[in-house]
């Protein structure tokens, strides 16, 4: 939650200069048409006045938001298409953080629905607020996209549209109440509730069905029509494995009590009123000179740099070299546990990386993957440690997919989202597929949900990717999720 609100803040204090600006020179404006009005001895109406100064002192703050302040990438971005894929990103990640996006892109707009119909009478027509969104939001995205500040997003146009109609039917309802219209009341009411009881139900939906949802899991289908598919791994149309497993997410609470002892076995303390920053999925700890430690909630991971070795050692470009023996004993002296089935792997001696990994190793219900990455300084100095090996127990069975059916859906595009646009932007002819393991990747409720991992080859291996292939999954549950044990 802090992630959340530090943001509204960042975002309220971009605006707040621009939008003075516009207030003052809206005042300016306004006080010199006023004088004008009564040499022709006409009326102004105070209301209308008050509510033009707040839509000029919107409108430039909206600006500065929008346009002022976007870093400048320094060239045009691809326009973004595809409609509701933000809200598809945020189902998928189910963070504060990434719901963000939609959300103040909705709300950002609703001030504007409700000071149009007030500041002048012919925008308390719907059509000619829903223009003045809908245009204003294109002009955005044009200019966006004009001088590379954002991307361009269908998106953002649909949500700026909505919380534009959303003010309007606020002020439309009030006004209506404020006469006794109570039919005309009903009606304005109508979009408001909708959309209050569809965001409901999202996070309704979210909240009662059994395990999370994966990430990068896909949002829709690449274009697969004309590919020449080559199958050259074994496939199986008896089902997989029919197992989820579950590591406890941390808690702010917990994650706090984690950290204070782990920064303990290293020598360190923390200040929780300076060392700390929390966001909405992640913490991290910090004084700059002795420590730093991000911590991930939901799958537990972490990272760890200790500061106090010499920067000049501490180059991505060398390393030291260790034996297994002493990088084990270096970790248990820092209270990190290697569990059994991991293995060891030299990673690049040269720079001195290390690691100890797990490819889904699971015995006895108990499933241990990832890796516990090291890196070592010269003298054999552990100095950094990113740590994505969990061990989770099996929480629950739920129907899987046959590694047959999983290359179906690969097949027909249905594959992560994340790899969706280089496949349709490389347009590969002829695909082989080298490779299919069951894997697990840990959800957005910190469950580990099996996938289909493919590894894929193309004829642009060698020009693109150094001679190796590509890899991607699809997802293994099947429609009919079993509850968990």
Request: proline share 4%; aromatic share 12%; net charge negative.
């Amino acid at each position: 939650m802090h992630d959340f609100i530090s943001t509204v803040f960042s975002i309220f204090r971009q605006a707040i200069p621009p939008a003075l600006i516009g207030l003052a020179a809206g005042a300016v404006l306004l006080v010199l048409l006023n004088r004008k009005h009564r040499q022709d001895g006409a009326h102004s109406s105070k209301g209308q006045a008050a509510a033009v100064l707040l839509l000029l002192c919107y409108v430039s703050g909206l600006a500065a938001v929008t346009l002022m302040n976007r870093m400048e990438s320094g060239f045009r971005t691809d326009v973004q298409l595809r409609p509701f894929l933000a809200f598809w990103e945020a189902w998928n990640q189910f963070t504060l953080k990434v719901w963000l996006n939609p959300l103040l892109n909705i709300a950002m707009f609703v001030p504007l629905g409700v000071l149009l119909p007030l500041a002048a009478k012919p925008f308390r027509r719907w059509y000619w607020t829903l223009a003045a969104g809908a245009g204003t939001s294109l002009i955005i995205e044009a200019l966006q996209y004009s001088f590379g500040r954002g991307q361009a997003d269908i998106d953002d146009l649909l949500c700026n549209t909505l919380g534009a109609m959303l003010g309007y039917c606020l002020y439309m309802l009030f006004a209506s109440l404020a006469g006794k219209r109570w039919k005309s009341a009903g009606a304005y009411a109508a979009l408001p509730v909708l959309s209050g009881i569809a965001l409901a139900g999202v996070f309704l939906v979210y909240r009662f069905q059994p395990y999370g949802n994966l990430a990068d899991a896909p949002i829709y289908a690449a274009h697969t029509k004309g590919v020449e598919w080559l199958q050259e791994c074994a496939l199986s149309d008896e089902p997989g494995p029919s197992g989820v497993y579950w590591t406890e997410p941390f808690t702010k609470e917990s994650c706090d009590a984690f950290a204070v002892e782990f920064l303990r076995q290293q020598g360190a303390e923390i200040d929780f009123a300076r060392d700390v920053v929390y966001y909405d999925d992640t913490t991290f700890y910090s004084d700059h000179s002795t420590y730093s430690l991000w911590v991930n909630y939901h799958d537990r991971s972490y990272e760890y740099t200790d500061y106090r070795v010499d920067s000049g050692l501490r180059s991505s470009e060398k390393g030291g070299a260790i034996t297994e023996d002493e990088l084990r004993i270096a970790l248990e002296t820092r209270g990190i546990a290697v569990p059994a089935a991991a293995q060891f792997v030299i990673v690049d001696a040269k720079k001195g990386g290390y690691a100890f990994r797990a490819e889904c190793a699971v015995k006895d219900g108990v499933l241990t993957a990832g890796e516990l990455a090291c890196r070592v300084a010269d003298g054999g100095i552990l100095y950094k440690v990113d740590n994505t090996l969990s061990v989770s127990t099996l929480c629950g069975n739920a129907a899987v997919l046959s590694s047959q059916e999983a290359y179906d859906h690969l097949c027909a595009g249905r594959f992560s989202w994340r790899d969706v646009p280089m496949f349709d932007y490389l347009t590969p002819n002829r695909v082989r597929v080298t490779a299919c393991t069951l894997e697990y990747l840990a959800d957005s409720k910190g469950f580990r949900q099996p996938v289909y991992s493919f590894t894929l080859s193309d004829d642009r291996d060698m020009e693109l990717r150094g001679g190796s292939g590509w890899s991607t999954f699809v997802p293994a549950l099947s429609g009919a999720r079993a509850d968990r044990s």
